[in-house]
């Protein structure tokens, strides 16, 4: 067996999805991998010191500033003549990419640098306590976006990262989740494969701040794909090259299994408007299986 | 070799010396000068280093750091809000103990927005971990930038260093001087060789968290370790010596203090102007001198002790404030005291300068008038008292 | 002086998590396991292993009891039984 990239004996909570989805990250990357991870759960519960899961060099500076350290790590690599042999990864969740992150990673973009930006997203400061960050969905409960008599939860959808990403010209743009492990892992081993900056966003539950049960990890994001709410892309060179077709089910299918929703399941209104959210997705990515398409929806 | 040089051009080319192979930064004056020359030597193909523009000081401090972490020497330079913006890199690069080089070009602090010198900026990252410096010349800038790669790369403090220059007066000012040349500056600054670094073949974690259970010890170690570059900064300044010629303590410069009645201590440019007020007053009999201090961070309470226990008076120059206390260098110079039997009759502050104010020689003249047997706090020199009547009821 | 600074790698192994399970552990049936290796790409401890058909089973010193593998494995070949409690 190859040297553990990813050990066991950290202290992510019971099913969570960020430490499956950096897991296959890592592993898909290989050892020749150096890791600049922003501040975040990922980083609590793999490096409480002494220990540390990860098998690859790995860094942590701050909250916001990963994709500029992982920038220093390339420029030093391009120095040593080393950049060729060893991919580069910057890494954070959503409320360090696409907040306070957001400006780091654009000049990471921007610069042209051979860096792949992963973005863990479980679409909410979790580390903190379940506050609401930019790429919260709509109407979710968070303890900063908290329902109420007079509030139906986080007032605005998520902030369309992949197509920021994108409006940077960048070689490679990807979401991936960890209920589809394969097409996560093949996706990050082309985005590494592409000279060039690469972001790809990963939808992880997180049992704890969604609130369902850890064994429902892989439902809960399987569910989000195939209610249109988490459209699976892919782009190369800006240009959408493959989506995941879906079968659509209804959003409360995915809404029922979360504490986060409770709130909206006696609000049809609320639900409608959601369900307007997915309907805008399966049509603007063009989600919905064709009869002649029957085999890509069980693809991955 | 002997030539007339802008500050930031002698920057430029120390650092080139100094085969940094990451450069990194943000524009902001009066530091530009330095990131353009640099740029300009990366485009000529005279130096072989990696530059990355990048969108904001706090990228261009993350970018040094990583490059570092990486094992390969990096420079970065800024100024004012940029270092503050700097700041919580700053605090990081120190606690992961990578040896930066930073230059700052001292610059006033807004608001009210002001591009003008005074050392408000470096003088307030002093908590950060950083090694500081404060040149009195261009000459010294130079200098300090070959000393401070030594002392910060040492197998024994790996720490981080910031070479501070008074914007304008240093960045922008032209003086003749020794640029060292490459094969005194390789015999004395050997390639960077990390302690530890991200390499796929040896794989280590950088940064983890560190809980109650070890994190006091972890500052603890920087601390210590600053305490042992007081004691290394003066062999390192004697191996310079020894390569270069020119000699410095390092910690502090002493200039007609032996027999000094009246001693005024200073950082940075202002010194050079002090210097000149105490040879006139010296001509005319009377006994002042200057006592410069060059290293900030770590403080050098001893020598400041020994220097000064048996001067009646002496006046600390600050050209920053710690705003609702008494001026931050003061305060450290008495600190130098705390707990000491011998000790001057008179330690008075003052302030002067901030904002790009000048310094002249009247205003040091009015700074021995005014050490006197009565101790002053936080003394503004040069003030415009009909400034202050603007009322806005 | 250094202290505390920087970690090796896979240390993480030290702190053995299987003392988290309270209730559930999988149990690896090893049936009619096709070696989709499903279960081992889904388990956030990277604690399964296995390679050929009807040889895969998880290292109970880090199994959280999560349950994900039994959940993903296509042919119910894992199930969760309850924790024996040893006392």
């Known amino acids: 067996m190859n040297r553990q990239l990813f050990a066991p004996g950290h202290t992510a909570c019971v099913g969570c999805g960020q430490s499956l989805g950096a897991r296959l990250v890592i592993e898909a990357s290989g050892p020749n991998t150096i890791v600049a991870n922003n501040t975040g759960c990922l980083e609590v519960f793999s490096t409480k010191y002494p220990e540390s899961s990860w098998g690859v060099p790995w860094i942590h500076s701050l909250f916001e500033n990963a994709a500029a350290v992982a920038s220093g790590i390339e420029a030093a690599l391009i120095y040593l003549g080393k950049k060729d042999t060893v991919n580069v990864i910057a890494q954070g969740g959503d409320g360090g990419t696409a907040d306070i992150g957001l400006q780091a990673l654009s000049g990471m973009f921007e610069r042209g640098q051979d860096i792949l930006y992963v973005c863990y997203d479980n679409e909410a400061y979790m580390n903190t306590g379940i506050q609401r960050s930019g790429l919260t969905p709509f109407d979710a409960n968070t303890t900063t976006s908290p329902a109420g008599s007079a509030s139906s939860g986080n007032i605005r959808p998520k902030k369309p990262m992949p197509e920021i990403a994108n409006a940077h010209g960048i070689p490679y743009v990807a979401t991936a989740s960890v209920g589809f492990p394969q097409d996560l892992q093949r996706k990050v081993k082309k985005a590494v494969s592409i000279k060039g900056p690469k972001y790809i966003q990963i939808h992880v539950p997180c049992p704890l701040g969604w609130r369902h049960e850890p064994v429902q990890t892989a439902q809960v994001a399987k569910t989000a794909v195939e209610a249109g709410l988490y459209p699976l892309v892919e782009y190369e060179n800006t240009r959408l090259i493959a989506v995941r077709k879906i079968k659509p089910s209804p959003v409360e299918e995915y809404l029922k299994l979360q504490g986060r929703f409770k709130h909206l399941l006696n609000n049809p209104e609320e639900i409608k408007k959601i369900q307007e959210i997915a309907n805008h997705n399966i049509e603007k990515y063009n989600l919905r299986v064709t009869s002649s398409e029957k085999n890509l929806s069980t693809e991955c | ?393 | ?87």
């Not at chain 2, 700097?86 to 080089?101: D, H, K, S």
């Not at chain 2, 950088?206 to 006091?216: I, N, Q, R, S």
Request: include cysteine; charged fraction near 25%; hydrophobic fraction near 40%.
């Open chain 2, 1 to 393: 070799m002997r030539e007339f040089l802008e500050g930031s051009q002698a920057v430029t080319r120390v650092v080139k010396l100094c085969k940094p192979g990451v450069i990194s930064a943000y524009p902001i004056t009066p530091q530009t000068h330095i990131v353009e020359g640099l740029a300009q030597m990366v485009a000529d193909g005279q130096l072989n280093s990696q530059f990355v523009n990048v969108e904001s000081e706090h990228s261009a401090a993350s970018v040094v750091l990583g490059a570092v972490a990486t094992g390969v020497r990096a420079y970065t330079a800024t100024s004012s809000q940029g270092l503050f913006y700097m700041g919580e890199v700053l605090f990081n690069i120190a606690g992961l103990r990578l040896p930066v080089m930073l230059t700052c070009a001292n610059r006033a602090i807004s608001a009210p927005i002001n591009i003008w010198n005074d050392q408000q900026d470096s003088v307030s990252m002093r908590d950060c971990g950083f090694i500081q410096f404060y040149a009195e010349d261009i000459q010294e800038v130079v200098d300090l930038h070959l000393i401070g790669y030594r002392v910060a790369e040492d197998k024994s403090v790996m720490l981080p260093v910031m070479v501070c220059m008074d914007g304008f007066i240093l960045t922008h000012g032209i003086e003749t001087i020794d640029m060292p040349q490459q094969e005194e500056v390789d015999k004395f600054l050997p390639p960077y060789s990390a302690l530890y670094k991200l390499d796929p073949e040896r794989p280590l974690t950088m940064g983890p968290l560190v809980d109650p259970e070890y994190y006091m010890e972890m500052r603890f170690a920087i601390q210590e370790t600053h305490k042992e570059v007081i004691k290394l900064i003066p062999q390192i300044t004697a191996q310079f010596f020894k390569v270069f010629g020119r000699q410095y303590h390092g910690l502090i410069e002493e200039y007609r203090t032996k027999d000094a009645q009246r001693v005024i201590v200073a950082m940075g440019s202002v010194c050079g102007t002090i210097k000149e007020v105490v040879d006139e007053l010296r001509a005319k009999g009377k006994k002042v001198g200057l006592l410069k201090i060059t290293t900030y961070r770590p403080f050098p309470h001893q020598e400041i002790y020994e220097r000064l226990k048996n001067i009646p008076r002496v006046a600390v120059l600050d050209k920053a404030l710690s705003l609702g206390s008494y001026a931050p260098l003061a305060v450290e110079v008495k600190a130098a005291f705390f707990g000491k039997k011998k000790q001057p009759q008179v330690i008075s502050s003052f302030v002067a300068g901030l904002g790009g104010r000048d310094i002249t020689k009247d205003s040091i003249k009015e700074i021995f008038r005014l050490l006197t047997a009565k101790e002053r706090a936080c003394e503004f020199i040069d003030l415009k008292p009909e400034l202050l009547k603007e009322t806005y009821e």
């Open chain 3, 1 to 87: 002086m250094f202290g505390p600074l920087n970690v090796k790698p896979g240390t993480s192994r030290n702190n053995k998590t299987g003392s988290w399970r309270t209730e559930l552990r999988p149990k690896f049936l090893q049936k009619d396991c096709i070696a989709c290796k499903m279960c081992a790409l889904t388990c956030p401890e990277d604690c399964i292993e296995g390679a050929q058909k009807n040889t895969f089973y998880c290292d109970y010193e880090f199994c959280k009891g999560c349950g994900l593998c039994a959940f993903i494995c296509p042919k119910a070949d894992i199930t969760m039984i309850e924790e024996e409690l040893k006392e």
